[in-house]
């Protein structure tokens, strides 16, 4: 099948999701995904989402997201994403998203690496709550079209440009000629054994840019989350929100014995975790949320709460066994500030991009916000080069 459209997006997560409403009304746009529209990333993300929360907070926010990355981070990039992120909470208000709030105002948390609680949070499934409205604001768009168990197999290169995407379903091979092409295809944890991404998630733009000479950057820059809970069987694994560590929960080895500053960025957490492990022989340490009050782990942690329950863990009685596992990917396919990618009419966005803000370590809930800032840019560019 030949289709032509001014805009194909690949991928319906946070960031496809976003370029497509940052577009203009009468764009005509083709979105894909590989899976259902409920199978990304962005519907997992439980923490939460950072934002600037005053002027005051401008130094720190940028310190800790660059400590956190190791001074490897893009400066400019972590401006923008600072700079823009009330402009976009007021977006995701403005599309229905609900933040959870605290005598009539907006509620904060903290994660690790953050000297200050500057998180908006949705209880404990913040990323069902943003990717879930701005799904439905899609639908309602009749300029916008969505391919399911649609997958990307190639872009269309002519002279340099890319020129849309190449693409497979039940039905066959769909050929999608665009005037731009925005790659929003996700993370890579799907490559890992243990990963608290789903499966489907393997990076395919990225072999797909590498097929074509384009710019990749930071390939080995991974991050391993130190809190997945522990368990024999394979497959996804659960998280456990940093924030669940911001609210006071600590880790302790086989001895009962605290190791660690839990609030360390993650990826010296799981350093520590993994040392703690080999020391004792152990294929996991302990989690303990003794120190949460019981009406806080039920309002704020209800999905953490009741996954556990069903794995035969009471989070409020008793230690639950968390292992590090792969959570991250802060490389990808290089795009400068606006989202271009090395390849004319290309553009890439959310986690299978790499703007640089994260450095070499991601800082908690950059990751939404980076994503959201980065889409919108790639469709005001889009825009202005119409
Ligand atoms: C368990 C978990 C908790 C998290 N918690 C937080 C948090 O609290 N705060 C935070 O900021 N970040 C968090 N993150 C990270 C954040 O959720 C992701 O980085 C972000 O949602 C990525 O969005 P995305 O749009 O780039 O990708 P995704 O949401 O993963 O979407 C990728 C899309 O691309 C599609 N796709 C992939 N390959 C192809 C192909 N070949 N053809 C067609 N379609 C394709 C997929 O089907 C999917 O629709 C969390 C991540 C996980 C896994």
């Not at 400590?67 to 400019?76: D, M």
């Not at 959870?100 to 499934?125: M, P, Q, V, W």
């Not at 391993?224 to 024999?232: F, G, M, R, V």
């Not at 991250?328 to 991009?353: C, K, P, Q």
């Amino acid at each position: 099948m030949e289709l032509e459209t001014d805009v194909v997006i690949v991928g319906t997560g946070v960031a496809g999701l976003f370029t497509a409403l940052s577009l203009p009304g009468d764009t005509r746009i083709i979105m894909l995904t590989k899976s259902d529209l409920e199978s990304s990333d962005s519907f997992l993300a439980q923490g939460g989402i950072c934002v600037l929360r005053d002027e005051k907070d401008y130094d720190d926010f940028m310190e800790d997201t660059m400590k956190a990355g190791h001074y490897e981070n893009r400066r400019e990039s972590v401006d923008i994403m600072i700079r823009s992120s009330r402009d976009v909470i007021h977006d995701l208000i403005g599309y229905g998203v609900e933040f959870d709030k605290k005598n009539g105002e907006l509620a904060y948390t903290k994660e690790g690496a953050h000297s200050k609680a500057r998180i908006l949070f949705h209880k404990d499934i913040t990323g069902r709550e943003i990717t879930s409205k701005l799904l439905a604001r899609v639908k309602e768009r009749s300029n916008i079209t969505i391919y399911e168990y649609t997958t990307m197999k190639d872009i269309l290169e002519e002279n340099g440009v890319c020129t849309g995407i190449q693409a497979e379903n039940a039905e066959g091979t769909l050929c999608i000629h665009a005037k731009n092409t925005v790659l929003a295809t996700g993370g890579i944890g799907g490559r890992y054994t243990h990963s608290t991404n789903f499966p489907h998630l393997t990076g395919d733009a990225l072999d797909i840019a590498k097929e074509h000479g384009i710019r990749l950057e930071h390939l080995d820059y991974v991050q391993i989350h130190p809190t997945t809970l522990y368990s024999k069987n394979p497959g996804r694994r659960f998280l456990i929100s940093e924030s669940v560590r911001g609210e006071g929960a600590v880790l302790y080895n086989k001895n009962k014995e605290r190791f660690v500053n839990e609030l360390l960025p993650r990826d010296v957490v799981s350093e520590a975790i993994h040392e703690e492990m080999k020391k004792d022989g152990t294929e996991y340490v302990w989690l303990s949320m003794e120190h949460i009050p019981k009406e806080t782990i039920l309002s704020h942690f209800p999905n953490i709460y009741k996954k556990c329950l069903e794995e035969g863990y009471d989070v409020t009685k008793e230690y639950i066994p968390v292992v590090p596992a792969q959570h991250y990917f802060m490389g990808g396919i290089w795009v400068n500030a606006d989202s271009r990618t090395s390849m004319e009419h290309l553009y890439a966005a959310g986690e299978t991009s790499c703007n640089g803000v994260h450095g070499k370590n991601r800082l908690a809930s950059n990751s939404l916000l980076e994503s959201l800032v980065f889409a919108k840019r790639a469709a005001a560019k889009i825009q202005e080069e119409e």
